[in-house]
């Protein structure tokens, strides 16, 4: 059974500071990954997607890796600012029928003006 | 992109009654949609799996007869929590997938919530 796993739980930065956020799973036979971000009490918002075969994606200031081998994703924030606080959650895709996600708990951001 | 929606996106009811949730494809049709409980400061859990014209296919340890759903259009699914108690209350959130994309997960589009709260 697919565990994802994120480290930290939550982390507050002050403004500008570059962040890294940690997701591990624990079946490396994955078709993609994902990472969300959910502001409070909202649904989701995708914000990258690595396919099995990628190492990374970037989008702005984002960028997220993947090492299917090792079972580890990061999301790299550089120089955050007060509207990236939110929660962060990655999300592996194990393929097959209904391709059904698997949620980490997430990792709650916070940062500091 | 895709737009999902979901009604009401909050509730609160009193123990014992039921109550419908629904997830709408505001433009697109969706053959696939996708239930999930999200308790506080939890990771969201897959509930059901809800096809077109199909029974749903429920996750291990949820109650079929609890949380009806009904996926009677391409644009809609409903998720009826029966005879609510306390501990139902929690986020639900629906995605849905459009097929015209491909059967991969990244064109799973998720509903803003709703925040049910039983008394």
């Known amino acids: 059974k697919q565990e994802v796993t994120q480290i930290p739980a939550a982390l507050s930065v002050p403004e500008g500071e570059n962040l890294v956020l940690n997701c591990s799973f624990t079946?490396?036979?994955?078709?993609?990954l994902q990472w969300f971000r959910q502001d409070p009490g909202k649904g989701l918002t995708s914000l990258l997607l690595?396919?099995?075969?990628?190492r990374e994606q970037t989008s702005g200031r984002l960028n997220a890796s993947l090492d299917k081998s090792s079972g580890r994703s990061t999301l790299y924030i550089a120089a955050s600012q007060p509207g990236d606080s939110a929660t962060y959650l990655c999300?592996?895709?194990?393929?097959?029928?209904?391709?059904?996600?698997?949620f980490g708990a997430g990792t709650i951001l916070r940062v500091k003006s | 992109g895709a737009v999902v929606s979901q009604h009401p996106s909050r509730v609160i009811c009193k123990s014992g009654t039921s109550v419908k949730i629904e997830c709408r494809s505001l433009?697109?049709?969706?053959?696939?949609m996708f239930w999930y409980r999200q308790f506080p400061k939890q990771s969201l859990m897959l509930m059901a799996t809800?096809?077109?014209?199909?029974?749903?296919?429920?996750e291990q340890g949820v109650e079929k007869d609890k949380f009806l759903i009904n996926h009677a259009s391409l644009t809609l699914s409903t998720l009826t929590v029966t005879s609510a108690h306390p501990e139902d209350s929690s986020f639900y959130i629906c995605?849905?997938?459009?097929?015209?994309?491909?059967?991969?997960?990244?064109?799973?589009?998720f509903g803003p919530g709703t925040r049910l709260t039983v008394l």
């Open positions: 809800s096809n077109e014209g199909s029974k749903a296919t429920y």
């Open positions: 079946d490396s036979a994955i078709y993609n």
């Open positions: 690595i396919q099995s075969s990628q």
């Open positions: 433009d697109f049709q969706a053959t696939t």
């Open positions: 999300a592996v895709d194990g393929g097959g029928y209904g391709n059904k996600l698997v």
């Open positions: 995605s849905a997938r459009d097929p015209l994309s491909g059967l991969t997960s990244d064109t799973q589009y």
